[in-house]
């Protein structure tokens, strides 16, 4: 404290540029980014014929879930955007997969 200055006005006194101030202190109130895991659309895709790739996006939403419960939000998000892509490739295959098998079956002649 400086010789002349009383314990009211150090408290009053804020950093002009706000790295220790209270702009630090709204941050961390905010409290956690919400949890987007792609559960339910990975468990959607699952009923596609692209099986593999079906359960690799099933895994990485699980863990998904698990990195956000141990308080590791960005390795969370990382984790249900890989989801989200394997849930979307899955589908697009599956898809792919189905047509293919019913112009096959229907072009086909049977004498």
């Known amino acids: ?29 905010q409290g956690p980014p919400p949890l987007k895991n792609y559960i339910f659309l990975t468990i959607f895709t699952c009923f596609c014929p692209a099986w593999p790739i079906n359960i690799v996006a099933l895994v990485f939403s699980i863990m998904s879930q698990s990195s956000y419960d141990e308080e590791d939000y960005e ?9 989200l892509h394997m849930g979307i490739a899955s589908m697009i295959i599956g898809i792919l997969i189905i047509m293919t098998f019913c112009i096959v079956h229907f072009t086909t002649t049977q004498y």
């Open 1 to 29: 404290m400086s010789p002349g200055a009383s314990q009211s006005e150090e408290k009053t006194k804020r950093p002009l540029d706000g790295s220790a101030g209270s702009l630090g202190r709204g941050i961390e109130a």
């Open 75 to 83: 390795g969370a998000q990382r984790l249900g955007r890989k989801a």
